[in-house]
Nanobody
Framework: QVQLVESGGGLVQAGGSLRLSCVAT????????MGWYRQAPGKQRELVAT???????TYADSVKGRFTISRDNAKNTVYLQMNSLKPEDTAVYYC?????????????WGQGTQVTVSS
């Protein structure tokens, strides 16, 4: 199993910045990608940003140019730098780790960290 622990959420005014961190521990061998998803009240969980072992990054259109995902493999940690935050960024942010093989895909999730952006 893979354990993911997020930190860095909080309350910030619109236009402000936050940096989320997620540390992976446990059976991390074979993890191909890590990323961040978010879920606002009454909405489905959505992808925010992901990064693969090869360095390929993907961003939701709504955060492009404002958010940056990065990874420190030596620390088994993935970060999400969030700038120019908007009230619509308010959500619970979840860290995700994905282990993919030819036969199966396994997703691991953190417990989530609340980000609240006030107007």
């Amino acid at each position: 199993q893979v354990q993911l622990v997020e930190s860095g959420g909080g309350l910030v005014q619109a236009g402000g910045s936050l940096r989320l961190s997620c540390v992976a521990t446990g059976s991390i061998f074979g993890i191909n990608a890590m990323g961040w998803y978010r879920q606002a009240p009454g909405k489905q969980r959505e992808l925010v940003a992901t990064t693969t072992n090869s360095g390929t990054t993907t961003y939701a259109d709504s955060v492009k140019g404002r958010f940056t995902i990065s990874r420190d493999n030596a620390k088994n940690t993935v970060y999400l730098q969030m700038n120019s935050l908007k009230p619509e960024d308010t959500a619970v942010y979840y860290c995700n780790a994905k282990r993919s093989s030819v036969y199966t895909v396994s997703d691991f999730w953190g417990q989530g960290t609340q980000v609240t952006v006030s107007s």
